[in-house]
């Protein structure tokens, strides 16, 4: 992490309830020790409810909410997972729109776990080479993607993860794609 300087970039977690709370807190603390930005987004105000797995865990502050930013604002997206954070997050049209924008404005996104699911409903893993949580597959093959099993995977400024255990390879390149800035392919 530290070889990548994310200093003077505003990176934007999208969460909700029921978010993987480490899959929150860890890319969290190394893209802000790398000097970012972080913010959370998400569709409520007040704080989100973290998990751990089936129990829960902390509450989080929410920074602003989704209706009220856009991804312009932003240099970069996290999705992180839970079952229960992106199933919310994609029966909310305003955080798939923000998840749409990110790919239509060529920025690095990262989804690890359950989050490659608002990559589904916003349309943007046809021709793409991912990874996820194995039960979010079928949902990634039928909407074109090519699934790999594999810890970290990168397809032009996208960076998929499988599970917690894939934190660190998932936040070392996810700091690389921040730091790298805008990638031409990648697009809605």
Known sequence: MATHDLKGKTIAFLATDGVEQ????????????????????????????????DEKGDTFPVDSTVGDVKADEFDGLVLPGGVFNPDSLRMDENAVKFVRNFFEQSKPVAAIC?????????????????????????????????????????????????????LPAFCAKAAEEFAEGRHARQTA
């Open 114 to 166: 359950h989050g490659p699911w608002m990559l589904v409903e916003a349309g943007v893993v046809d021709g793409r080479r991912v990874t996820s949580w194995p039960s979010v597959r079928t949902d990634l093959e039928n909407a074109g993607a090519e699934w790999v099993d594999e810890e970290c995977v990168c397809d032009n400024g996208l960076v998929t993860s499988r599970k917690p255990d894939d």
């Open 22 to 53: 480490v899959e929150l807190t860890e890319p969290w603390e190394k893209l802000k020790g790398a000097g970012a930005e972080v913010r959370l987004v998400s569709i409520k105000t007040g704080e989100i409810q973290g998990v751990h797995h």
